[in-house]
């Protein structure tokens, strides 16, 4: 399959090329040429299978240039076989219609180990095969550092550099990261917010004799490799459900539009999904841009739902591709207003494409803490606060077609903000139980290139 980048000026590439490069070189994203479509009977094929069978089956003809079916079928039962439930993805019943998709099972207890998990493995078996070993940093708040550190960690063909905001993540979180003992994965708590993180993960980007010599790579979730792991839960929920002789509906708490797109992907599979209803909390850029048509960037509210913090959603332009037909010159030029001029409007047409697919509402604060509270109420489930902006704005979208929200953390991840609201502090899970008795491994640095480059060369070459 052929990668092509947003921005329509960057080379084309194969998938194993496109998973190592991450953002392409025009400063676009990449995503599939065409994107691959199976018939009814395939999709009515994936009901009842294991989660691992039905990912082979969706993302094999993504990947086919650098996997095998065979290898990928290895790579995917590895990924998985640590997940703390069977079904990996398991789906509860909320309401008679309503349904939430647990997608915290994996060793961080947050959804982006369904990715990371399974592109680590991906990384690992192509550089082997090449020879190469690379160096991977990225930026985090919390869930992505947690989830890349527990990927790679022990891996042979990358060292890992996490930079996260020193006092500014919950307990857990830094637990998570600075607890693996393995020799390759570092956490290092940098003096500043999380914007200094993802601004020194830029620099050393920028500063190409350090790229090269260290032979950087990133795993955020621009990379379209972590987009097509989430692809395949939106599969085993709706067929579940009923697909595709049902249409399904799903709620996604966003904040870089990586989990959403991938339902948009499994649409364009030919997944029969009614609605993507974007759900934001008080950063709400999407919601406005979904329901106005004007993308505007604002200041970054901080919330209890941390991983959604956001003041400009990356992979929202992957959407605004389809949404311009492919069209990448158009793509550019609204990013350049976006740069130049801190936003842009989306053309009449591209609205229309957009709300076809995506319906938006937003949670507040107070909302989110009685969204917390009403699920126990009738459910009895708890759910985190990211899962609760969702279910929150999933009410104002019930209709005929199932609701599916996306459940993106344990409630144990995020205790103040459930306790607060409930009055009741969520227990770690058994296997996780001993988190706060494990030894941590901190590595201060300063806000600064310099000195964070020279950590990075020192360890790599410990
Ligand atoms: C990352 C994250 C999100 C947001 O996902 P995007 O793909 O960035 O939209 C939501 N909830 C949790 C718990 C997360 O860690």
Redesign the pocket.
């Known amino acids: 399959m052929r990668y092509v980048s947003t921005r329509g000026r960057a080379p084309v590439l194969g998938f194993e090329d496109t998973m190592l490069t991450g953002l392409a070189r025009d400063g676009g994203l990449y995503v599939p040429e065409a994107v691959p479509v199976l018939s009814r009977a395939d999709v009515a094929a994936l009901a009842g299978l294991p989660y691992e069978e039905v990912a082979v089956r969706v993302m094999a003809p993504f990947v086919a240039d650098a996997f095998d079916e065979a290898t990928l079928a290895d790579l995917v039962r590895d990924a998985y076989v640590g997940f703390g439930h069977e079904a990996r993805a398991p789906l509860v019943q909320l309401a008679p219609n309503h349904f939430l998709l647990e997608l915290f099972h994996g060793p961080t207890l947050?959804?982006?180990d369904f990715a990371m998990q399974l592109i680590g493995r991906m990384f690992d078996h192509v550089l082997r095969r090449r020879g190469e070993r690379v160096t991977i940093v990225g930026a985090t708040s919390g869930?992505?550092g947690s989830a890349a550190i527990e990927a790679f960690g022990g891996l042979d063909a990358a060292d890992v550099f996490i930079l996260y905001p020193h006092g500014r993540v919950s307990d857990v979180q830094r637990r998570q990261m600075t607890t693996p003992d393995a020799a390759n994965v570092h956490a290092l708590a940098l003096t500043g917010h999380f914007d200094d993180c993802q601004a020194r993960v830029k620099d050393m980007f920028n500063d190409f004799a350090f790229r090269d010599r260290t032979r950087l790579a990133g795993v955020n979730?621009i990379n379209f490799a972590r987009v097509l792991a989430q692809v395949v839960y939106y599969f085993t929920a709706a067929t579940a459900l009923g697909a595709p002789h049902r249409s399904v509906s799903f709620a996604v708490?966003?904040?870089?539009?990586?989990?959403?797109f991938a339902g948009h992907i499994a649409k364009r599979m030919g997944l029969p999904i009614e609605t993507l209803v974007v759900a934001t909390n008080r950063n709400d850029i999407l919601h406005r841009c979904l329901t106005t048509g004007a993308y505007r960037v604002g200041e970054v509210e901080p919330t209890i739902?941390p991983?959604?913090d956001i003041q400009v959603s990356s992979?929202f332009e992957r959407a605004l591709h389809l949404a311009y037909g492919g069209d990448g010159a158009a793509v550019a030029q609204l990013m350049e207003e976006l740069r130049a001029e801190g936003g842009f409007t989306v053309s009449q047409g591209a609205a229309q494409a957009l709300t076809e697919t995506y319906a938006s509402g937003r949670a507040s604060e107070e909302e989110t803490h009685a969204a917390i509270r009403d699920a126990l109420h009738r459910t009895g489930e708890v759910l985190?606060p990211?899962s609760a902006v969702a279910y929150h704005v999933a009410q104002d979208h019930l209709g005929d077609a199932p609701m599916v929200t996306l459940a993106?953390?344990h409630p144990a991840k995020f205790p103040d903000a459930v306790e607060t609201a409930t009055g009741r502090r969520p227990a770690l899970p058994p296997r996780m139980a001993d988190l706060f008795d494990r030894p941590e491994r901190i590595t201060r640095v300063d806000n600064d290139l310099t000195a964070i480059e020279a950590v990075v060369d020192r360890e790599r070459a410990a």
């Open positions: 947050a959804f982006k869930d992505t979730s708490p966003t904040g870089n539009f990586g989990d959403v739902s991983s959604m992979n985190c990211h993106t953390a």
